[in-house]
């Protein structure tokens, strides 16, 4: 393997690899094409992978990443896993999983940086969507010694034959020369007594305000939060076979598109929602029907929207959160009035009157008035 990617050679479709593979610190500058081949295992530690890595097509039992890099894209299309985790993985171009049957367990974290697709995948059994979050810790010392003492002047000492004049102007510079160093080391030594004294009180300062900063929203040093989907997500058409198992958990859904896909019973644990343009967190799909014009493309776009926001709000619910129920169930509310005609659509019907007077029960001001 390693022969093949000195030469350049990245073309393993047919490949055996009858046993589980284990690989650590692994570095492939090629692309890989993996297509039709037989791989019963695969096991990475830290690997980078400076190209694409096409595995469409091949045979494969088991997956397991873990803080592998990727540099261009992943393409699992048509796999079937009967064990698949990547934990802290890192991919910059697009990861590509379409129609992959999950028969194990399946686990995924760190960050998907362009379009991930898992458009009509099966999820037979536990499925996690996780946030992660890395910390490096960085430990750098510098001892530094000064020492500070009188200065010795050394003069020549005159010889017997000099007279008593030239004897008293030697012992008077000599005693100069003595009183100069031992002034000088006096205010080096108070000078130091000083600014330990001012370090100990900024060191002081800087933990006490380090102690109550932290309560505070504050940027967070040598610390990187990967929320998983960096960008578009396509999880449309998903089945998963027992929802109550599967969770999503701190992943960025801002850009989700779940068209089709059945999330009742799903746990949805501290994920971004917000959607900037509706001031209220809710469906991309939802941003994806203001921006079409066609009326007829419009109107056969609401009825999977309203579905949707009502899966998840069921979901909320179960798991006690009423909040950010809230405003799905407002989005479900929105999708459903604008499938009125337009005179109901904004009075003479009970959704627009719900909206007018109190937003769906979701706004007190309104609602008392």
């Avoid at 926001?309 to 999708?335: C, H, P, Q, T, W």
Wanted: proline residues 2%.
């Amino acid at each position: 393997m390693k022969r093949l990617d000195l030469k350049g050679d990245g073309d393993w479709r047919g490949f055996n690899f009858p046993i589980t593979k284990e690989l650590e610190n692994v570095v492939c500058k090629t692309s890989l094409r993996l297509r039709n081949a037989s791989l019963y295992g695969v096991k990475i530690k830290q690997g980078v992978f400076e190209g694409n890595v096409d595995m469409t097509g091949c045979e494969i039992s088991s997956l397991e990443l873990q803080t592998c890099k990727f540099k261009g894209s992943v393409d699992l299309s048509g796999l079937e896993f009967s064990f698949f985790k990547a934990a802290s993985i890192e991919v910059e171009e697009s990861f590509i999983a379409k129609e992959v049957k999950f028969d194990g367990e399946f686990f995924i974290s760190g960050a998907l940086k362009q379009l991930a697709n898992f458009n009509r995948c099966h999820f037979s059994s536990k499925a996690t969507f996780i946030q992660t979050k890395t910390v490096s810790l960085s430990a750098s010392s510098a001892v530094s010694f000064t020492v500070a003492g009188p200065s010795v002047v050394v003069t020549q000492k005159p010889g017997p034959e000099v007279n008593t004049w030239t004897k008293i102007k030697y012992q008077y510079r000599n005693y100069k020369s003595f009183l100069k160093s031992r002034i000088r080391h006096y205010i080096r030594t108070f000078v130091g007594f000083v600014k330990k004294f001012l370090r100990k009180i900024r060191t002081s300062l800087l933990r006490a305000f380090n102690r109550y900063r932290v309560r505070f929203p504050h940027r967070r040093e040598h610390v990187v939060l990967y929320v998983l989907f960096n960008s578009r997500a396509m999880l449309e058409e998903i089945n998963f076979a027992d929802p109550k198992r599967v969770t999503f958990n701190g992943v960025r859904l801002s850009e989700a598109s779940f068209r089709n896909t059945d999330l009742r019973g799903v746990n949805f644990i501290g994920n971004d929602w917000r959607q900037k343009k509706i001031r209220r967190n809710g469906l991309f799909d939802e941003l994806s029907f203001h921006q079409q014009n066609d009326y007829y493309s419009r109107r056969e776009m609401l009825p999977g929207i309203e579905n949707t926001y009502r899966n998840i709000r069921y979901s909320l619910e179960e798991n006690k959160d009423f909040g950010l129920a809230n405003d799905f169930f407002v989005g479900e509310m929105e999708a459903k009035r604008r499938q009125l005609k337009w005179w109901r659509r904004w009075l003479l019907s009970v959704p627009a009157a719900y909206k007018i007077f109190s937003n769906y029960g979701t706004e007190p001001v309104t609602d008392s008035v």
